[in-house]
């Protein structure tokens, strides 16, 4: 058995789980690769296939070195099948089976339950792919081309993941889900991606940046919860994967900082003391912040809609089943039941939203939420740092949770257009989008970051364009 530290890395897919004496999965695996790479050059960034990038490599499970970096051509990236490290004696931390031995095999009863599970959340690694396939044309530095391919690429391995669980632990049936999760197309009409926010588009550089801090933050979020599952092989793809979403984060929370950073010393420069005078900050080349705020309040509300509905009996099943925790699960001081408790929710009473408590278990997408604004609220603070010390009064900040919402309770209670990124401010966006691909060089709207990737200096070539 290996014990989840060695890498192989001989066959076709690097993993830690042993596929050289697991010749069913192996084959099952390699069956599925070809399908993968051909959709990885369908779908996956437009251009690019044969430049190098500079990525990370996941090489190790070990926290302190878990990654190489190198040149790459994407679709020769390494993407590899690789668990945390078994935790012995790990037991169920919550739900009906509390106490129990966690599984290494999928209970019969909940079969169906947790494939649903592992299905929507590899449903969303390739369709962010899919949202992104444009962006690469327009990067603001070769710098933030090598971010978007470096989450791009992560992203692919993150279905990788949820792939070899579909493989191993769901005969024929996972197998068939495997196969559709490269057939679904984000935004397609009649084969779109599951969940709402994966088939809107990401059109331009700040909404990619938004969808890595606001999005993302889901992810980390529903994999947190995952990643306390009574089924072991689940908890640990989870953990390592969390490992790698860190980075997706900070490229959108530092894409986003730099570009605020940016405006606002164009801004001071220009002697300009009132950042909602758009005409003449625009006229700078750099965006203002009113339109950043409608952008964000856009990606959050979307995100949003990704924690389902308030009150949810399947959320309180997984909850009950020890599939799928609370965020930090194993850190909560409570009995873990949630049987007689109840926590409070947003409802909608007489056209009010009103704070009701609910039984906690039902509530549980909304626990998860709650926590989730709470991640997000940090990063607002740091974007706001620049604009503070500047001497500016404006701040950017988080909408009401019932504004442009799509799903549960507060489907279209507040949806006020000129909250919303107008198609004014898309055009000026796009007016910006021009690749600066020359190494150090930096587009007007975005300030340089603070240190390169790996250590490299401010001139280092992220991406060799032409090979
Ligand atoms: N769009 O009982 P409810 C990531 C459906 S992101 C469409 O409230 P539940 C990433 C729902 O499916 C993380 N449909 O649902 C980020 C259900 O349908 P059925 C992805 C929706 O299960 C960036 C019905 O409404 N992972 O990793 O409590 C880049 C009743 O709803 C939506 C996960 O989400 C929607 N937004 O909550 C790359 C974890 N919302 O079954 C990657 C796995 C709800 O009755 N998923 N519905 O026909 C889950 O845990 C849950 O399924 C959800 C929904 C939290 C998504
Ligand atoms: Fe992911
Ligand atoms: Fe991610």
């Given at each position: 058995?290996?014990?989840?530290?060695?890498?192989?890395?001989?066959?076709?897919?690097?993993?830690?789980?042993?596929?050289?004496?697991?010749?069913?999965?192996?084959?099952?695996?390699?069956?599925?690769?070809?399908?993968?790479?051909?959709?990885?050059?369908?779908?996956?960034?437009?251009?690019?296939?044969?430049?190098?990038?500079?990525?990370?490599?996941?090489?190790?499970?070990?926290?302190?070195?878990?990654?190489?970096?190198?040149?790459?051509?994407?679709?020769?990236?390494?993407?590899?099948?690789?668990?945390?490290?078994?935790?012995?004696?790990?037991?169920?931390?919550?739900?009906?089976?509390?106490?129990?031995?966690?599984?290494?095999?999928?209970?019969?009863?909940?079969?169906?339950?947790?494939?649903?599970?592992?299905?929507?959340?590899?449903?969303?690694?390739?369709?962010?792919?899919?949202?992104?396939?444009?962006?690469?044309?327009?990067?603001?530095?070769?710098?933030?081309?090598?971010?978007?391919?470096?989450?791009?690429?992560?992203?692919?391995?993150?279905?990788?993941?949820?792939?070899?669980?579909?493989?191993?632990?769901?005969?024929?049936?996972?197998?068939?889900?495997?196969?559709?999760?490269?057939?679904?197309?984000?935004?397609?009409?009649?084969?779109?991606?599951?969940?709402?926010?994966?088939?809107?588009?990401?059109?331009?550089?700040?909404?990619f940046f938004m969808f890595t801090f606001f999005t993302d933050r889901d992810g980390k979020m529903q994999l947190e919860a995952l990643a306390q599952s009574g089924f072991d092989p689940l908890s640990r793809t989870c953990r390592f994967m969390l490992t790698e979403e860190a980075h997706h984060m900070f490229v959108g929370e530092t894409g986003v900082g730099r570009i605020v950073e940016r405006t606002v010393e164009a801004m001071k420069e220009a002697g300009i003391d009132d950042p909602t005078d758009v005409e003449r900050v625009r006229a700078l080349g750099v965006i203002d912040l009113p339109t950043i705020q409608r952008k964000l309040n856009l990606h959050f509300s979307l995100t949003l809609d990704l924690f389902g509905n308030e009150i949810s009996t399947n959320a309180a099943n997984a909850f009950n089943?020890?599939?799928?925790?609370?965020?930090?699960?194993?850190?909560?001081?409570?009995?873990?039941?949630?049987?007689?408790?109840?926590?409070?929710?947003?409802?909608?009473?007489?056209?009010?939203?009103?704070?009701?408590?609910?039984?906690?278990?039902?509530?549980?997408?909304?626990?998860?939420?709650?926590?989730?604004?709470?991640?997000?609220?940090?990063?607002?603070?740091?974007?706001?740092?620049?604009?503070?010390?500047?001497?500016?009064?404006?701040?950017?900040?988080?909408?009401?949770?019932?504004?442009?919402?799509?799903?549960?309770?507060?489907?279209?209670?507040?949806?006020?257009?000129?909250?919303?990124?107008?198609?004014?401010?898309?055009?000026?966006?796009?007016?910006?989008?021009?690749?600066?691909?020359?190494?150090?060089?930096?587009?007007?709207?975005?300030?340089?970051?603070?240190?390169?990737?790996?250590?490299?200096?401010?001139?280092?070539?992220?991406?060799?364009?032409?090979?």
């Amino acid at each position: 058995m290996p014990d989840g530290m060695d890498v192989d890395y001989d066959g076709l897919i690097p993993n830690n789980v042993g596929l050289a004496q697991d010749a069913r999965v192996r084959k099952a695996l390699e069956t599925w690769h070809p399908g993968y790479i051909d959709w990885w050059r369908d779908m996956g960034p437009e251009g690019f296939q044969e430049s190098l990038v500079y990525l990370r490599t996941a090489i190790s499970v070990d926290p302190k070195g878990w990654a190489k970096f190198g040149y790459v051509r994407m679709p020769e990236y390494k993407w590899g099948v690789l668990l945390a490290p078994v935790v012995e004696g790990r037991r169920i931390g919550f739900g009906a089976h509390k106490g129990e031995p966690a599984w290494q095999e999928v209970p019969g009863e909940y079969r169906a339950m947790l494939r649903r599970l592992l299905v929507i959340q590899g449903d969303t690694e390739p369709a962010s792919v899919e949202q992104q396939r444009h962006l690469g044309a327009t990067a603001p530095s070769l710098y933030d081309m090598r971010n978007l391919f470096q989450v791009n690429v992560e992203e692919g391995r993150h279905l990788w993941a949820m792939v070899y669980l579909l493989q191993k632990y769901f005969g024929t049936q996972g197998r068939e889900e495997a196969e559709d999760l490269l057939r679904r197309r984000s935004g397609d009409a009649d084969s779109p991606r599951m969940l709402g926010a994966f088939n809107e588009a990401t059109p331009d550089w700040l909404s990619f940046f938004m969808f890595t801090f606001f999005t993302d933050r889901d992810g980390k979020m529903q994999l947190e919860a995952l990643a306390q599952s009574g089924f072991d092989p689940l908890s640990r793809t989870c953990r390592f994967m969390l490992t790698e979403e860190a980075h997706h984060m900070f490229v959108g929370e530092t894409g986003v900082g730099r570009i605020v950073e940016r405006t606002v010393e164009a801004m001071k420069e220009a002697g300009i003391d009132d950042p909602t005078d758009v005409e003449r900050v625009r006229a700078l080349g750099v965006i203002d912040l009113p339109t950043i705020q409608r952008k964000l309040n856009l990606h959050f509300s979307l995100t949003l809609d990704l924690f389902g509905n308030e009150i949810s009996t399947n959320a309180a099943n997984a909850f009950n089943a020890g599939l799928k925790g609370r965020y930090r699960e194993d850190k909560l001081e409570d009995d873990h039941q949630l049987t007689s408790s109840t926590y409070p929710v947003l409802r909608l009473r007489d056209g009010q939203p009103v704070s009701e408590d609910v039984p906690a278990l039902s509530a549980l997408n909304m626990r998860l939420r709650d926590d989730y604004v709470t991640d997000c609220q940090g990063g607002i603070g740091r974007w706001n740092k620049p604009i503070e010390k500047a001497g500016y009064t404006f701040r950017l900040q988080l909408p009401p949770v019932t504004f442009n919402r799509k799903i549960g309770e507060f489907a279209g209670f507040d949806s006020d257009p000129a909250r919303l990124p107008t198609g004014d401010d898309h055009e000026f966006i796009d007016s910006l989008m021009r690749p600066v691909m020359e190494a150090g060089k930096y587009a007007s709207w975005i300030a340089a970051p603070k240190v390169g990737v790996d250590g490299k200096p401010g001139e280092f070539e992220y991406v060799r364009i032409h090979g």
